[in-house]
Antibody, heavy 120, light 106 residues
Framework: ELQLVESGGDLVKPGGSLRLSCAAS????????MNWVRQAPGKGLEWVSS????????YYADSVKGRFTISRDNAKDSLYLQMNSLRAEDTAVYYC?????????????WGQGTLVTVSS | SYELTQPPSVSVSPGQTASITCSGD??????ACWYQQKPGQSPVQVIY???KRPSGIPARFSGSNSGNTATLTISGTQAMDEADYYC?????????FGGGTKLTVL
């Protein structure tokens, strides 16, 4: 069964750090681009970051550039998001989503999400 | 930065056709995807590459993309289709989502 399971969400103070993980199973992880997408409470979807199959290509939204770092370990079928200098506006459910590395395919499977709350 | 604009809400009667638009500069020159999200659930892809349906998505969901507008059409709308719908496209190396449309079936 195909699964993406996020973990690591927590309550953290402004300026703090957090590391999210996404464990993949049921498919060949190394053949998919992976992404983080977040959703603030009651708001829409916001793309955060993408990483290619072998980590060659990495992209970030302007809102997190310089503060967040995406990475993956294909040997462990895992995706990560290191989040530093957290702000209140980073409060959201963070989803990992896989994407076939071909133009137009989009995000064909999403995890259940993990909640990050940034508050003093 | 690139923006995608969706109407905040659309209403449709059961059995009728619902159309949700997504507007962006020269959007028709890009690929568009659509996602459905029900309350408390993760998004589900319903359209990719402008008009293709993933396995398991009912045939009543269809998509088109031309000019500056992509459209998600739901024919014979059912109560279970009530959800938020998001369009998505790429702007160079970044991913852009529309603001979302709440579809109400009443």
């Amino acid at each position: 069964e195909l699964q993406l399971v996020e973990s690591g969400g927590d309550l953290v103070k402004p300026g703090g750090s957090l590391r999210l993980s996404c464990a993949a199973s049921g498919f060949t992880f190394s053949t998919y681009n992976m992404n983080w997408v977040r959703q603030a409470p009651g708001k829409g979807l916001e793309w955060v970051s993408s990483i290619s199959t072998s980590s060659t290509y990495i992209y970030y939204a302007d809102s997190v550039k310089g503060r967040f770092t995406i990475s993956r370990d294909n040997a462990k079928d895992s995706l990560y998001l290191q989040m530093n200098s957290l702000r209140a506006e980073d409060t959201a459910v963070y989803y990992c989503a896989r994407a076939i590395p071909s133009a137009g395919k989009g995000f064909d499977y999403w995890g259940q999400g993990t909640l990050v709350t940034v508050s003093s | 930065s690139y923006e995608l604009t969706q109407p905040p809400s659309v209403s449709v009667s059961p059995g009728q056709t619902a159309s949700i638009t997504c507007s962006g500069d020269k959007l028709g020159e890009k690929f568009a995807c659509w996602y459905q999200q029900k309350p408390g659930q993760s998004p589900v892809q319903v359209i990719y590459e402008n008009r293709k349906r993933p396995s398991g998505i009912p045939a009543r969901f269809s998509g088109s993309n031309s000019g500056n507008t992509a459209t998600l059409t739901i024919s014979g709308t059912q109560a279970m289709d009530e959800a938020d719908y998001y369009c998505q496209a790429w702007d160079s190396t970044t991913v852009v989502f529309g603001g979302g449309t709440k579809l109400t079936v009443l």
